[in-house]
């Protein structure tokens, strides 16, 4: 088992940026693919970005790519989403997840561990 907990999030005016942390604790020893997801009010969870064990390969939705960047610090069991040129339409509660395999995926079903989420406002 390993338990994720986010932080960062807050408010924000369009155009600016925040950087969202995600650390994990327990069997942390094990290898594992993170990954964000966000959900905002009325819509379905939306995958955002993934980032493998080894801190290779990653993999971004079409909506984020070039804005923001997912990235890791194996030492500090830490996973981060830099988000840059924020958007209102990025209003949503973000969540990191784990999966204890090294293929980076993109559904939410794949992913058994969830942190609580953290709330980002992008104000207009």
């Known amino acids: 088992q390993v338990q994720l907990v986010e932080s960062g999030g807050g408010l924000v005016q369009a155009g600016g940026s925040l950087r969202l942390s995600c650390a994990a604790s327990?069997?942390?020893?094990?290898?594992?693919?993170m990954g964000w997801f966000r959900q905002a009010p009325g819509k379905e969870p939306e995958f955002l970005a993934a980032?493998?064990?080894?801190?290779?390969?990653?993999y971004y939705a079409d909506s984020v790519k070039g804005r923001f960047t997912i990235s890791r610090d194996n030492a500090k069991n830490t996973v981060y989403l830099q988000m840059n040129s924020l958007k209102v339409e990025d209003t949503a509660v973000y969540y990191c997840?784990?999966?204890?395999?090294?293929?980076?995926?993109?559904?939410?079903?794949?992913?058994?561990?969830w942190g609580q989420g953290t709330q980002v406002t992008v104000s207009s």
């Open positions: 980032i493998s064990w080894s801190d290779g390969p990653t």
């Open positions: 327990g069997r942390t020893s094990r290898r594992y693919t």
């Open positions: 997840a784990a999966r204890s395999d090294p293929v980076v995926v993109t559904q939410r079903w794949q992913y058994p561990y």
